[in-house]
């Protein structure tokens, strides 16, 4: 999550009229031991400064400007809700920690971008795109708060292309050599105790073991190693852990395993695919049958349309208990598409270059790494205009 305000802080930091200070608060998880906060330094080995949490004070402080990217109140400790920022600062100004696809995602993530309380608190919405504003927030009262100059961390992800700003792995890149590098996003709700793995895994492991051309590179969600993971998932990561063409990617940031990447496979359209199609990176988004809105059409949506997918015009069975019929709609629908774009990505082709312009046209309106900058000038601008 740092690298979606790495740049405005860096912007911030370097400009004589602000002093900057950055505090990173602990998260309340459910973990293997039990509900606890979990919190860790992850900004020092960085060479970026930042002051404990239990030192900071909002009373004593009186900021200026707070930033803030974590808008679930329930899992802050008190101090960090939204609600008590807001008695102590002028101006809240909310970057969200990833970048979202528009409606692409089922009904239960719709409005979870406009109405939490912390979010609505804002002074301030950073908004990544037209689009986005269009869908989510013009109908709200958030409209006059957005700030479209696109999201920060493209910022971070364009220096690392462009300027090769990442952490290399030279045992990675040994293990890789000349080989085609798949690199598997699994959010942790797809890997929990009680859940059906998704049979995609399983595939790309299998295929990855057989075919010395590939290597994958598997980034499950940091969240899961704290959770209770299924007995299945838990056989896989094993073999990703200890096979020569295989790396489990535990690492502080998923930029590196982006910049070694050839393409990208996902179990859901997350903020993941969002990042690899601004890198121009081809993506799979495996699906769950047992999600699909029928309703949805899914070929005429720009963002589907940029990803390699599952065969949408394959009607999933109407009776999931229907094994048969299941395990026939998931062979036709997913894994044989899911089959041909590795084939696709082994030979070298690359794979929806088109579509992927074009969304990337579409949804990232600055993409030249000086969003952090433009937030900055702007905030300067209007700082005497009530911009708060």
């Known amino acids: 999550t740092w690298e979606s305000m790495r740049s405005v802080y860096e912007a911030f930091s370097r400009d004589p009229q602000f002093e900057t200070e950055v505090v990173i608060i602990p998260i309340l998880r459910n973990t293997n031991e039990g509900i606890k906060f979990v919190w860790k330094d992850y900004l020092t080995p960085r060479g970026v400064p930042n002051t404990h949490y239990d030192y900071?004070?909002?009373?004593?402080?009186?900021?200026?400007?707070?930033?803030?990217?974590?808008?679930?109140?329930?899992?802050?400790?008190?101090?960090?809700?939204?609600?008590?920022?807001?008695?102590?600062?002028?101006?809240?100004?909310?970057?969200?920690?990833?970048?979202?696809?528009?409606?692409?995602?089922?009904?239960?993530?719709?409005?979870?971008?406009?109405?939490?309380?912390a979010i609505q608190r804002c002074d301030v919405f950073i908004t990544q795109?037209?689009?986005?504003?269009?869908?989510?927030?013009?109908?709200?009262?958030?409209?006059?708060?957005?700030?479209?100059?696109?999201?920060?961390?493209c910022d971070s992800l364009y220096l690392a292309k462009t300027r090769k700003a990442f952490i290399r792995y030279p045992d990675w890149e040994q293990a890789i050599g000349k080989r085609r590098v798949i690199v598997l996003n699994t959010h942790y709700s797809y890997m929990l105790s009680g859940v059906e793995p998704h049979p995609g895994i399983e595939e790309l492991i299998n295929l990855v073991t057989k075919d010395d051309d590939l290597f994958l590179i598997w980034r499950p969600h940091p969240q899961a190693f704290l959770m209770k993971l299924s007995k299945t998932?838990?056989?896989?990561?094993?073999?990703?852990?200890?096979?020569?063409?295989?790396?489990?990617?535990?690492?502080?940031?998923?930029?590196?395993?982006?910049?070694?990447?050839?393409?990208?496979?996902?179990?859901?359209?997350?903020?993941?695919?969002?990042?690899?199609?601004?890198?121009?990176?081809?993506?799979?988004?495996?699906?769950?049958?047992?999600?699909?809105?029928?309703?949805?059409?899914?070929?005429?949506?720009?963002?589907?349309?940029?990803?390699?997918?599952?065969?949408?015009?394959?009607?999933?069975?109407?009776?999931?208990?229907?094994?048969?019929?299941?395990?026939?709609?998931?062979?036709?629908?997913?894994?044989?598409?899911?089959r041909e774009f590795l084939r696709a990505i082994r030979d070298g082709e690359n794979p929806k270059s088109i579509e992927r312009a074009e969304f990337r046209q579409l949804q990232f309106p600055n993409q030249d790494g000086t969003v952090g900058l433009k937030i900055l000038n702007t905030t300067k601008e209007r700082l005497s205009e009530a911009f708060c």
Request: aromatic residues 16%; charged residues 25%; neutral net charge.
């Open 129 to 153: 795109s037209k689009s986005f504003f269009d869908y989510y927030l013009k109908a709200t009262l958030l409209a006059k708060k957005a700030l479209i100059h696109g999201h920060p961390k």
């Open 233 to 338: 998932m838990k056989e896989w990561l094993d073999i990703a852990e200890q096979h020569k063409r295989m790396v489990l990617d535990r690492t502080p940031s998923m930029t590196s395993a982006y910049m070694y990447a050839d393409a990208i496979v996902s179990l859901f359209p997350s903020t993941i695919v969002m990042d690899a199609l601004f890198l121009d990176l081809p993506v799979f988004v495996l699906g769950r049958p047992d999600i699909i809105d029928t309703t949805f059409d899914y070929n005429k949506h720009p963002f589907y349309r940029a990803v390699s997918h599952e065969n949408f015009n394959i009607a999933p069975p109407e009776d999931w208990a229907d094994n048969e019929a299941m395990k026939s709609y998931v062979e036709q629908s997913i894994m044989k598409p899911f």
């Open 56 to 117: 900071y004070s909002f009373e004593v402080d009186r900021p200026d400007i707070v930033f803030y990217n974590q808008p679930y109140d329930g899992v802050n400790i008190p101090k960090f809700r939204s609600k008590n920022i807001r008695k102590y600062t002028d101006c809240m100004v909310y970057i969200p920690y990833s970048i979202k696809p528009i409606n692409a995602q089922s009904q239960r993530y719709q409005k979870a971008y406009t109405e939490l309380e």
